[in-house]
Nanobody
């Protein structure tokens, strides 16, 4: 059984930073891509950032230059460092861990940015 668990959400003020962490455990095998998605209130889940096992990163335009994604392959952990947070970053942030054959999602962690 595979578990993907996020942590680090909370209430923060605009302009500050927050660090989200996600760890995948269980019978995963080799994780190809790990990343973050978010669901804003009343909207569909959207892409935020991903990082491959070779440390190639990709970002949504809305977070480029403010968010940084990184991973520890040995620990099956992915980090999302969020700087210069804006109220429009308020969302439930989900971690996704992908092998060549399957995607595994966490349950999400709420980030609320107050103005």
């Amino acid at each position: 059984q595979v578990q993907v668990v996020e942590s680090g959400g909370g209430l923060v003020q605009a302009g500050t930073s927050r660090r989200l962490s996600c760890t995948a455990s269980g019978s995963i095998g080799s994780l190809n891509v790990m990343g973050w998605y978010r669901q804003l209130p009343g909207k569909q889940r959207e892409f935020v950032a991903t990082v491959t096992s070779g440390s190639i990163t990709n970002y949504a335009d809305s977070v480029k230059g403010r968010f940084t994604v990184s991973r520890d392959n040995a620990e099956n952990t992915v980090i999302l460092q969020m700087n210069s947070l804006k109220p429009e970053d308020t969302a439930v942030y989900y971690c996704k861990a992908s092998t060549l054959y399957s995607d595994y999602w966490g349950r999400g962690t709420q980030v609320t940015v107050s103005s």
